[in-house]
């Protein structure tokens, strides 16, 4: 055992001074200043934000003139035979479609909306029974064709539509 530790008495010095220099290179490092974007007090370290930029703050991805709507619709009610009624005006580039499917159409497996203008197929979430909500579907400018398909669970599609204007 002693001719062990007299040969392996340079391995276990150089791994112990090793040890030694990364423990202290690691406290050294909460000593560092992390980068800040933020005004701070020299003093104490903390960081002061400003309040007043709070107010102006926006969703990043919605541009400010980009404001949306909502649509509140019923498809299947017969109201495709009137084009007036399947017509809706808005002076945004998104909006949210809440709808209710009129005609009790059972057995419904699937609902899909569709912009047929740009290709943009939304997600729909059931709120109720008959009732639905989407997500923000993007607009292009000028008449948008939105069509509403019904999957029933005997492979039967029923669709139904409705044209938004728009003008931004």
Do not use: W
Not at 88 to 93: P, Y
Not at 123 to 144: A, E, P, R, V
Request: net charge positive; hydrophobic share 45%.
């Amino acid at each position: 055992m002693k001719s062990f530790l007299a040969d392996a008495k340079f391995i276990l010095i150089l791994l112990a001074i090793v040890t030694a220099i990364s423990g202290v290179s690691n406290m050294e490092v909460e000593a560092e200043q992390k980068p800040s974007f933020q005004r701070s007090d020299r003093g104490t370290g903390f960081t002061i934000f400003d309040n007043q930029a709070a107010p102006n703050r926006q969703v990043a991805s919605i541009a400010p003139a980009a404001v949306s709507q909502v649509i509140t619709q019923n498809f299947f009610c017969n109201h495709s035979l009137d084009t007036k009624a399947a017509a809706k005006s808005v002076d945004s580039a998104l909006v949210m479609v809440d709808f209710k499917i009129c005609k009790d159409l059972k057995n419904v497996e699937a609902v899909h909306l569709i912009n047929q203008t740009n290709g943009f197929k939304a997600h729909i979430f059931k709120t109720d029974n008959f009732s639905y909500k989407t997500d923000f579907i993007q607009l292009n400018k000028g008449s948008n064709k939105i069509t509403v398909e019904v999957v029933l669970k005997d492979g039967q599609k029923k669709q139904d539509s409705l044209v938004i204007l728009t003008g931004s």
